[in-house]
């Protein structure tokens, strides 16, 4: 199995950017479709953006459509997630997440990706 590892979060100010990372070891990821999720606190975990294997095919939630970018190395075994024009609505803790690549972009439900990282917080001032 893979194991993920995430880095890149912080504090920012509202307006601002983040660049986030996922590096997986143990195995190439270029067997999975990979994905960012984030979980506020009390709240439910939530789909970001998900990435196909070969990187072609991206879907985002809604709420970050046209201001986050999930783009993946596989010559580098790494995943990122560009955070731009950030909200403090974003804050959170960010996980990259993988599975099986048979399984493409859907569904985007939490249960279905079977590997996670430990997260990253992301935290926007107002």
């Known amino acids: 199995q893979v194991q993920l590892v995430e880095s890149g979060g912080g504090l920012v100010q509202a307006g601002g950017s983040l660049r986030l990372s996922c590096f997986a070891s143990g195995q190439t990821i270029s067997s999975y479709t990979m994905a960012w999720f984030r979980q506020a606190p009390g709240k439910e975990r939530e789909f970001v953006a998900g990435?196909?294997?070969?990187?072609?095919?991206?879907n985002y939630a809604d709420s970050v459509e046209g201001r986050f970018t999930i783009a993946r190395d596989n010559t580098k075994n790494t995943m990122s997630l560009q955070m731009n024009s950030l909200k403090p609505e974003d804050t959170a803790a960010y996980f990259c997440?993988?599975?099986?690549?048979?399984?493409?972009?859907?569904?985007?439900?939490?249960?279905?990706?079977?590997?996670w990282g430990q997260g990253t917080q992301v935290r926007v001032s107002s």
């Open positions: 997440a993988a599975r099986s690549r048979g399984y493409g972009l859907a569904p985007v439900s939490a249960s279905s990706y079977g590997s």
């Open positions: 990435i196909t294997w070969g990187g072609v095919s991206t």
